[in-house]
């Protein structure tokens, strides 16, 4: 079984991060590279097959390429429209692949949406949203995660004035439930202790600093743990994420992005690893943008790939053998 990677944008960090991680990981975890073999370095020693079960054997001498076409040269830092439809469908046979159980998980590599959006008429905002399209999921979640903390938001790419509106009690309790199956089949931990972070500060101060705490939170929380749940909170988000209180989750599940990610990014800013969770197979991805400004000038940083390849790798492992 391998991880399959599928190629992100080309203009960007995508094609040398990728190759970085070959490079870093060739005995340990084979890789199946979905792209256009021509955008990769010109250093990296390619074998192109047709076959992912052939994969394995050739990514210690070689990486492996599962070749995709995108009807354009690679030109660092310059996005083409004309490459969209190729970057579409490597994440479509990722997908495919991974779900299928030809690959034992997905790793996709940052996508730029604007050159989607206008080369392809890609409608998503991003990654996420179009995996849970094509697995037909009406509900993911988004868990970032690194070796000393995993958050989940439970609202994610909205304005901070829209929060409340949307973190209603269906939403929370859809979340918890997700993290809470995914730490169990995917992360190996039979008895998942899950932290809820408060929206307000001081966890609303006994509602005089806002009643969500009281109105929706607590009420989720008291449910989930009569269905014999380890579930906790709400907490207070400033004393949530030092040494000691990590010690006591294993998951936080936080009201909105910034209160998930600050934290999980002071603490490990090369090393986090974005996970969906809820899909029919594994998918994670390195936590990190296209990078356009120096991409092609061999400084990037493939620790966030790195990491994510390690980490699909475990957690199709995990989820096998459950």
């Not at 202790?193 to 009281?214: F, L, Q, S, T, Y």
């Not at 380890?230 to 400033?238: L, R």
């Amino acid at each position: 079984m391998t991880v399959a990677i599928s190629c992100g944008e080309p203009a960007g960090i995508g094609p040398e991060i990728a190759a970085d991680a070959w490079r870093a990981l060739r005995n340990d975890i084979p890789i199946l590279w979905i792209g256009d073999p021509s955008h990769l370095p010109s250093d990296i020693p390619v074998t192109v097959v047709t076959d992912p079960s052939s994969a394995a054997a050739s990514s210690p001498m070689s990486l492996p390429v599962l070749p995709i076409e995108t009807g354009a040269p690679r030109q660092p830092g310059q996005l083409n429209p004309a490459h969209a439809a190729g970057v579409i469908a490597a994440i479509e046979e990722g997908a495919r692949l991974a779900h299928a159980g030809q690959c034992s998980a997905l790793c996709t590599a940052p996508i730029h949406k604007q050159a989607l959006a206008e080369g392809a008429a890609f409608r998503f905002p991003g990654h996420t949203e179009f995996l849970a399209s094509l697995d037909d999921k009406d509900h993911v979640v988004m868990m970032l995660a690194c070796s000393d903390l995993r958050v989940v938001p439970v609202t994610i790419h909205i304005p901070l004035s829209e929060v409340a509106r949307h973190f209603t009690s269906e939403l929370l309790e859809k979340t918890i439930l997700t993290t809470h199956n995914a730490l169990k089949h995917d992360f190996g931990i039979e008895r998942p202790r899950i932290a809820v972070a408060g929206m307000n500060p001081h966890a609303g101060e006994g509602g005089r600093m806002g009643r969500e705490e009281i109105e929706v939170i607590a009420p989720v929380v008291a449910r989930l743990r009569d269905l014999g749940m380890n579930v906790f909170g709400p907490m207070s988000a400033d004393t949530m994420f030092h040494p000691t209180a990590r010690t006591s989750y294993d998951a936080a599940i936080c009201a909105y992005h910034d209160q998930a990610l600050i934290p999980i990014k002071t603490i490990d800013f090369s090393g986090g690893v974005n996970v969906t969770l809820g899909l029919d197979f594994i998918r994670t991805s390195p936590d990190h943008g296209t990078a356009l400004d120096i991409a092609g000038k061999g400084i990037a940083d493939p620790t966030s790939m790195i990491a994510a390849i390690r980490m699909a790798w475990e957690m199709g492992q995990k989820r096998h053998q459950k």
